[in-house]
């Protein structure tokens, strides 16, 4: 399209925003009337229609989480156990240099799994019965470890590293983290782990720890107890 022909264009649809004088309100209610338009619901024929387009939806989502999302996630994986789930599609994984272990029974929604490049082969492992929940970002620069049993809520956090160096200089420069500053992360066993959590490096909770959610894990976590808060504290010491 001339450049001149889409500034008219332009300039004309701004005018209709505007409503400038009579014909333009014209237009802009028309426009309204048009968008805000539906047609009228024949419950006997809208809502067996309503029920196939989600029988559609579910036969398609089987049939490519069955045959695409599932065999080529395995292919990426070091290991993989039976029966994995994956809801909403492949997660993204970034560096082709991380090594994945995942056990039986595993579902992750989407969600975002990456590795620095601080060490060769950084591992990230994951036990049986485990969930991990959509919009959650893993940071693996030496090694995660996530239990068995454990549920992982929506859009949490886990890192092993500061994912930059603390040094300003060496930011500008893009270098990564000193190896000296990376510190595993250990999840034990049946932990619940509320939404929006974030769980530096270093820490390790104990089996059947609960953290509340919003919550910013700085230290270790002894097992059946409850922490929560910004940095987290013990709320409950034996559950």
């Not at 599932?70 to 292919?75: N, T, Y």
């Not at 983290?177 to 939404?195: E, Q």
């Not at 059947?208 to 059946?224: C, L, M």
Request: a positive charge; glycine letters at 6%; aromatic letters at 10%.
């Amino acid at each position: 399209m001339n450049p001149m022909n889409l500034m008219n264009l332009n300039t004309f649809i701004l005018k209709i925003k505007r409503k400038e004088n009579r014909f333009y309100s014209f237009l802009y209610k028309l426009a309204k009337a048009f968008y805000s338009f539906n047609i009228p619901t024949i419950k006997a024929i809208h809502l067996p229609l309503y029920y196939l387009d989600s029988f559609i939806k579910v036969i398609f989502r089987k049939f490519f989480h069955t045959f695409w999302s599932i065999p080529l996630f395995k292919a990426r994986c070091q290991k993989v156990g039976k029966n994995l789930q994956l809801p909403n599609g492949i997660p993204f994984i970034i560096g082709s240099h991380l090594k994945i272990y995942l056990g039986d029974n595993v579902a992750i929604q989407m969600s975002t799994i990456g590795a620095s490049k601080v060490f060769d082969e950084p591992v990230f492992r994951v036990g049986n019965n485990t969930s991990i929940n959509y919009g959650t970002s893993i940071s693996v620069a030496k090694k995660i470890i996530i239990g068995d049993n454990c549920m992982i809520s929506n859009s949490c956090m886990i890192m092993d590293s500061d994912d930059h160096p603390v040094d300003p200089e060496k930011r500008l420069l893009g270098l990564p983290v000193d190896p000296t500053d990376v510190k595993p992360v250990k999840i034990g066993n049946n932990v619940w782990i509320g939404a929006y959590t974030v769980i530096l490096k270093g820490v390790c909770i104990g089996d059947n720890a609960i953290i509340g959610t919003h919550s910013v894990v700085t230290r270790d976590v002894p097992e059946n107890s409850i922490y929560a808060g910004v940095p987290a504290k013990l709320i409950v010491d034996d559950i």
